[in-house]
Structures are given as structure tokens and as C-alpha cells.
């Protein structure tokens, strides 16, 4: 099992930034996708998930408006996008895969990937 997550990178405040991860070894159909980030000094925090059928998508409230989940199983690829990014965004985020159903808390999830930084400067 490997999710390869790959996207981030220095950004200033306000701009955009997409965020994917690769997944192998598993039925990448049969799992929720989720995103998580942990800034220096903070716990790890929930911030989207989307559904098996990419039917639904699920966004932490201090990201609504402004990040969307996605996924292409036919790819085997799941995406963040971030746009308006703030400084409190820098983070390093992290994909995980959770069998079946939507969960929000990281020890729900089955599968992490290794994470990749994003910096917003101001």
C-alpha cells in the first residue's frame, strides 16, 4: 500500500495551490480519501474528505470557500485544491485512505501518505 502525495510548495497569501495524491496496493474505490495538515508546534488537523464516488466532499469550516476535495478513480488520484491561501495554511499535509465510510478523526484512517510542505507567506 502507498499514497504519494505531491503538489505543495511556497506560495504567497492569496494564491492557489493543488495538491495530489497517487494511491497503489489497495481498491482505491473502496476508500474515503481523506486530507489532513499539521502546522509546527500543532496537532495534526482534519481538513477534507470525499466520498468513494466522489459524490460528496466534506471541508473542515477553516477552509470552506476556499478548498475542495476531489478524486479520479480511474486514476487512482485524489486532489486538494486550495485557492485564497492564507500564512496559517503552511502546513504539511498528508492524504489518507479510510475503508468505506466518511470519518473526520486521523486514527479512523487506514492508510497515510508521507505528506508534502506548503508555506503561504504574507
Known amino acids: 500500500v502507498q499514497l504519494q502525495a505531491s503538489g505543495g510548495g511556497l506560495v504567497q497569501a492569496g494564491g492557489s495551490l493543488r495538491l495530489s495524491c497517487t494511491a497503489s496496493?489497495?481498491?482505491?474505490?473502496?476508500?474515503?480519501m481523506g486530507w489532513f495538515r499539521q502546522a509546527p508546534g500543532k496537532e495534526r488537523e482534519f481538513v477534507a474528505a470525499?466520498?468513494?464516488?466522489?459524490?460528496?466532499?466534506y471541508v473542515a469550516d477553516s477552509v470552506k470557500g476556499r478548498f475542495t476535495a476531489s478524486r479520479d478513480n480511474a486514476k487512482n488520484t485524489a486532489s486538494l485544491q486550495m485557492n485564497s491561501l492564507k500564512p496559517e495554511d503552511t502546513a504539511v499535509y498528508y492524504c489518507?485512505?479510510?475503508?468505506?465510510?466518511?470519518?473526520?478523526?486521523?486514527?479512523?484512517?487506514?492508510?497515510w501518505g508521507q505528506g508534502t510542505q506548503v508555506t503561504v507567506s504574507s
Open positions: 496496493g489497495f481498491t482505491f474505490s473502496n476508500y474515503v
Open positions: 489518507a485512505a479510510r475503508f468505506s465510510t466518511f470519518a473526520t478523526m486521523e486514527a479512523q484512517y487506514n492508510y
Open positions: 470525499i466520498s468513494r464516488s466522489t459524490g460528496s466532499a
